[in-house]
């Protein structure tokens, strides 16, 4: 990652950029997706404070589709990406001159989106001569969890999200290692396909957690992937195409809550599993021992409550952001730029949005998950 950053040199804007001690106050953007977001946060000692957080949700656009539409997404981002920066100005009480930087989502998403974001944000930085830091979104999830308490690095990471699931060893911003990625499709996209077949319409997720409420699933039986590999990859194409054939013989709402609930424990469950082989392993050579899951998926209860009892078999602490920040939002990728920027760390103007960017680039390199294609390495 270190190819999209300078050190110790003059920033996008010209102004000298050393690592800066006290507190460093970042306006953050966030548009890689289908939310238009903006926050600004105060990282002093390394303790985060949100001052705030707009996110504008575009559910209602893509609602008709059943998913996400790439370029309504763009366009809405270029409708609402000024009055959203505006809000979370005024309701942080505070102008351009009172901002020791501003950080803008890069990637990974989707491109046309993220072009939003980040030329909004290299714009703001050239007006007001402030200087410019290129996130990487996983990055932001990743420090997420320090939106809502003191987190000391190192520490293991599941990222689980809908178009990412994945372990990560944590040491620090900038710094983390893969430990183990999906080598199909994410969980987070297994939980909207399977809600789709059900007919739950957009978002797929929440819907099917509500559903599995009502539900009980230990009369279905779904596919087990990966048993006995002694890695800690994961694999969801064959529980959602198992979901999907027998969401085509439901013939009652039970029918479908019963699926729905076998649906989320067998997500649940695999999570657990392959978590359970990383927990082990980093016992073996950390003697801090905390768990972290960020992402979208983290919000799920059933999921957050099976992860926090395997952390806890395995003598690690437990955390995950707050629910407000478990979904895509701009706090994160304000901490995310505020931590490079203490660091000394920061993009020059003609920085590119990326619709790929591996949190370990050099294992993504030399190890792909996937097979890369022209838009790079996926994880």
Not at 68 to 82: F, N, Q
Not at 112 to 121: I, Q, T
Not at 127 to 136: Q, S, Y
């Amino acid at each position: 990652m270190s190819a999209d950053y300078s050190s110790g040199a003059k920033s996008a804007t010209g102004r000298d950029v050393l690592p800066r001690p006290g507190p460093l106050t970042v306006l953050g953007l966030e548009t890689s997706c289908d939310e238009t977001a903006a926050s600004v946060v105060r990282l002093t000692d390394g303790r985060a404070e949100v001052l705030s957080s707009v996110v504008h949700s575009q559910i209602d656009d893509h609602a008709a589709y059943g998913g996400v539409v790439p370029e309504i997404a763009a366009r809405s981002h270029v409708e609402m990406i000024d009055e959203v920066t505006r809000r979370a100005m005024a309701e942080a009480d505070m102008d351009y001159d009172g901002l020791d930087g501003i950080a803008a989502t890069a990637g990974p998403g989707l491109v046309g989106g993220v072009m939003v974001g980040l030329s909004f944000g290299k714009a703001a930085a050239l007006a007001r001569g402030l200087p410019l830091v290129a996130v990487n979104h996983l990055e932001g999830h990743a420090v997420s969890a320090r939106l809502g308490a003191e987190v000391a690095y190192p520490f293991l990471l599941l990222l689980v999200s809908g178009g990412h699931c994945q372990l990560l060893e944590v040491r620090g911003v900038g710094d983390m290692s893969r430990i183990g990625a999906t080598i199909d499709d994410a969980a987070g996209e297994a939980f909207d396909k399977i809600a789709k077949a059900l007919g739950l319409g957009y978002p797929g997720g929440p819907a099917l957690e509500r559903l599995a409420m009502q539900g009980d699933g230990s009369r279905i039986d779904l596919p087990r992937a990966l048993l006995g590999r002694k890695d800690c990859d994961f694999s969801f194409s064959g529980l959602k195409t198992a979901a999907f054939r027998i969401a085509q013989t439901c013939e009652t709402e039970q029918d479908k809550a019963d699926l729905a609930d076998a649906v989320q424990n067998a997500i649940a469950r695999q999570l657990s599993d392959r978590s359970e082989r990383a927990l082990a392993a980093y016992a073996e050579t950390h003697d801090h021992k905390l768990f972290v899951v960020a992402g979208g998926v983290a919000a799920n209860k059933t999921i957050r409550a099976t992860l926090q009892a395997t952390a806890a078999k395995h003598g690690f602490d437990f955390l995950a952001p707050p629910m407000a920040y478990c979904t895509d939002n701009a706090a994160m990728i304000a901490l995310a730029g505020a931590e490079r920027l203490a660091l000394g760390l920061t993009s020059d103007i003609d920085v590119v949005a990326r619709p790929r960017w591996p949190l370990d680039e050099a294992r993504a390199l030399s190890d792909p998950s996937h097979k890369p294609g022209r838009k790079g390495a996926k994880a």
